[in-house]
């Protein structure tokens, strides 16, 4: 049986030229260049020092004029808007920090929660531009029997506090 | 005499009915029976989803390295343990992505906004980036056992995420919170109905995963087999053209 390679050239006998797959080529590119784009962006935000509020003025990289990120617990009654903006104590360790924030933070931002604010210290004001709102990894039903509406933040409280 | 048609035998319909009653009695726990959280609201039942489906990834990933390894280390290297290691890898990054996406939603909710690049947020999409570069490795050509051998060697690499992954909320301080149930403290941080709805997502979305699986698997079998197919035939013609 003689299987050598074969000398067609009749038109339209010709095996098909072999495909390259460029499709997957094109998709492990991709996925090369996208996870450099993540671990690169990763690396930007980590620029900012994640403070606990206790730390600014004292942990280097948390004093002066820089940008951080500042990590606290909102102060009961102390949340006020006016003028479009927000203002709040943040409270960790016995230490506070007046945050002043352009906006209304969104979420489920309230009192006794903890959030981490982004942005500089500025004349003692932490002078915020942007506000996330951490939740715990702690999961209570909202009962009505037990906590009514009236008591609800009071409760949210002392979940994240205790 | 009987008639085979599709990927399904009589055991996996049985296990498709299961896992579309557990789905229902998920959608009903989530949704209608258990509580709205004191803080969320109705947002936190975004986590009967989010969190099953990123368990499920595990799992899936899990799966398909050690399929790669029984492959790799096997002695007649069997591509049955390759197609499980592919169809696996593929419904996991299913899951992930649909985690990627409800926790986008999750985040928008309570931190105020869908994404942020904090530890646990851009591990996940690098997890999720991997598998997709796995797949398309997967489809570079070649014979089937080229592609089992390069991408059970990627697939032994790309496992090793999944504990940086898991643990990125304590080794970093993060945005998101800490594991409710899989903690370092051994310590369950949800109310009773809350707890067996995430318990019940977590057992059906793993039902799910294997229902999908073994059919993907028996899939992948018949395009191998296609494939295969078309190269005897390619074979068989130029043994008819060399005996003419």
Redo the contacts between chains.
């Keep these: 049986m003689d299987l050598t390679p074969r000398t067609v050239t009749e038109p339209g006998t010709q095996p098909p030229a072999r495909k390259r797959r460029w499709l997957p080529i094109l998709v492990v590119v991709g996925a090369l260049l996208g996870g450099g784009v993540i671990v690169t962006q990763f690396l930007t935000s980590a620029i900012d020092y994640y403070c606990n509020v206790d730390e600014v003025g004292v942990r280097s990289g948390c004093s002066g004029e820089r940008r951080m990120r500042v990590q606290g617990v909102v102060e009961q009654n102390s949340v006020k808007h006016a003028d479009g903006g927000t203002t709040f104590t943040l409270d960790f360790n016995r230490k506070t920090l007046k945050v002043a924030y352009s906006g209304d933070p969104g979420g489920v931002f309230q009192e006794c929660i903890p959030i981490i604010a982004h942005g500089r210290v500025v004349n003692g004001v932490f002078e915020s531009d942007r506000i996330e709102v951490k939740h715990s990894n702690q999961y209570v039903e909202k009962n009505s029997t037990r906590i009514d509406a009236s008591n609800k933040e009071a409760a949210a409280c002392s979940v994240l506090k205790g | 005499m009987a008639r085979q048609s599709g990927t399904g035998t009589s055991a996996t319909r049985r296990l498709g009915i299961l896992v579309i009653l557990m789905l229902a009695g998920l959608a009903l726990c989530g949704l209608w029976f258990?509580?709205?959280?004191?803080?969320?609201?109705s947002?936190?039942r975004i986590?009967y989803i989010h969190v099953p489906s990123i368990w499920t990834a595990y799992i899936a990933f899990g799966l398909t390295a050690v399929c790669s390894a029984v492959y790799l280390s096997g002695k007649n290297r069997s591509l049955a343990w390759d197609r499980f290691a592919g169809a696996a890898g593929e419904i996991g990054v299913l899951f992930v992505a649909v985690s990627l996406v409800t926790g986008s939603m999750w985040g928008?909710?309570?931190?105020?906004?869908y994404w942020?690049?904090d530890?646990r947020l851009?591990s996940t999409?690098?997890l999720f980036?991997?598998y997709?570069?796995y797949?398309?490795?997967?489809?570079?050509?070649g014979t089937h056992r080229q592609r089992a051998r390069r991408s059970s060697v990627l697939a032994l690499l790309a496992i090793l995420e999944i504990p940086l992954v898991h643990f990125s909320v304590t080794l970093w301080?993060s945005?998101h919170?800490?594991?409710?149930v899989a903690?370092p403290n051994a310590k369950v941080?949800?109310?009773?109905?809350?707890l067996f709805s995430l318990f019940l997502g977590l057992v059906a979305f793993t039902l799910l995963f294997v229902w999908l699986v073994l059919h993907r698997q028996r899939a992948m079998m018949l395009e191998d087999a296609f494939s295969d197919r078309g190269l005897d035939l390619a074979i068989t013609a130029?043994?008819n053209?060399?005996?003419a």
Aim: overall charge neutral; glycine content about 12%; proline content about 0%.
């Design positions: 258990s509580a709205e959280d004191v803080v969320q609201g947002t936190v986590m928008r909710l309570t931190w105020g906004t942020v690049w530890a851009t999409a690098f980036i991997t997709v570069g797949l398309a490795v997967r489809q570079l050509g301080r945005l919170q800490e594991a409710s903690n941080a949800l109310d009773g109905l809350m130029r043994r053209e060399a005996g």
